[in-house]
């Protein structure tokens, strides 16, 4: 299976550490290829809604970075976003990441049916959104025909939820309890991978 994780942040912070960890301990499992992409330095335009994408189906009009990225997010089988918290929910640069890719789902709109999805949230304070955050990028799993998943109860109830401090990797690296979240996240995020892919070879 091929993981893609994406770190929403602008910069080599909490949340790129955390997804690095995360699909070194999806490789650990085996037989998971995997790919890391972070939005730190990216050109990403808004979705301007010019419906371009809608009428042509030939992609997004604008020719910035976000266009590098689809050939990722389609080749996918599982995802894994990670966003800071910023303001109680995920950072405008993932967003803006995933309003694009309506130029993806105007084009096919079963482009991204059952991939599964599981997603990180990465804040300053201990209880600072992280969960919002995650619902967010949820709806978003939901909203175009993808498979969101956690780690489940008694821990890892709505995915992984870390507290940085806003001390950068060294704040996230120390928050083991959030690192637990987050492993638990990918194990389940793999396991719901393989059982789907060997359902649709059955
Ligand atoms: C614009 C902005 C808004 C933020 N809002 C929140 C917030 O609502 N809750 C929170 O816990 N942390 C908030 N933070 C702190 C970051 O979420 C935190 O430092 C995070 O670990 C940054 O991740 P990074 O190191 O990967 O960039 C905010 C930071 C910025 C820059």
Redesign the pocket.
Same mark, same amino acid.
């Given at each position: 299976m091929r993981l893609l994780g994406i770190s929403g942040?602008p910069?080599e912070?909490?949340?790129?550490y955390v997804v690095r960890e995360a699909l070194a301990f999806a490789a650990s499992l085996g037989a998971v290829e995997t790919e890391f992409i972070s939005l730190k330095g990216k050109q990403i335009g808004f979705c301007l809604h010019c419906d371009y994408c809608v009428r042509t189906k030939k992609g997004c009009v604008q020719k910035d970075d976000v266009v590098e990225l689809y050939p990722s997010l389609e080749a996918a089988d599982a995802w894994l976003l990670a966003t800071?918290?910023?303001?109680?929910t995920m950072s405008g640069q993932l967003k803006a990441v995933l309003d694009r890719c309506r130029a993806l789902v105007a084009r096919n709109p079963d482009v991204f049916r059952n991939k599964v999805g599981a997603a990180i949230a990465? @804040? %300053?304070?201990r209880v @600072? %959104?992280q969960e919002p955050a995650i619902m967010a990028i949820h709806a978003f799993y939901l909203a175009n025909k993808m498979i969101p998943v956690s780690g489940g109860p008694f821990g890892s109830n709505l995915g992984g939820t870390v507290w940085?401090r806003?001390k950068?990797a060294e704040g996230a690296a120390a928050d083991e309890v959030g690192m637990k979240t987050v492993y638990r996240t990918v194990e389940r995020l793999v396991e719901v991978t393989r059982l789907l892919r060997a359902g649709e070879g059955a």
């Amino acid at each position: 299976m091929r993981l893609l994780g994406i770190s929403g942040s602008p910069r080599e912070g909490a949340t790129a550490y955390v997804v690095r960890e995360a699909l070194a301990f999806a490789a650990s499992l085996g037989a998971v290829e995997t790919e890391f992409i972070s939005l730190k330095g990216k050109q990403i335009g808004f979705c301007l809604h010019c419906d371009y994408c809608v009428r042509t189906k030939k992609g997004c009009v604008q020719k910035d970075d976000v266009v590098e990225l689809y050939p990722s997010l389609e080749a996918a089988d599982a995802w894994l976003l990670a966003t800071p918290v910023y303001q109680g929910t995920m950072s405008g640069q993932l967003k803006a990441v995933l309003d694009r890719c309506r130029a993806l789902v105007a084009r096919n709109p079963d482009v991204f049916r059952n991939k599964v999805g599981a997603a990180i949230a990465v @804040g %300053g304070d201990r209880v @600072g %959104g992280q969960e919002p955050a995650i619902m967010a990028i949820h709806a978003f799993y939901l909203a175009n025909k993808m498979i969101p998943v956690s780690g489940g109860p008694f821990g890892s109830n709505l995915g992984g939820t870390v507290w940085s401090r806003d001390k950068k990797a060294e704040g996230a690296a120390a928050d083991e309890v959030g690192m637990k979240t987050v492993y638990r996240t990918v194990e389940r995020l793999v396991e719901v991978t393989r059982l789907l892919r060997a359902g649709e070879g059955a």
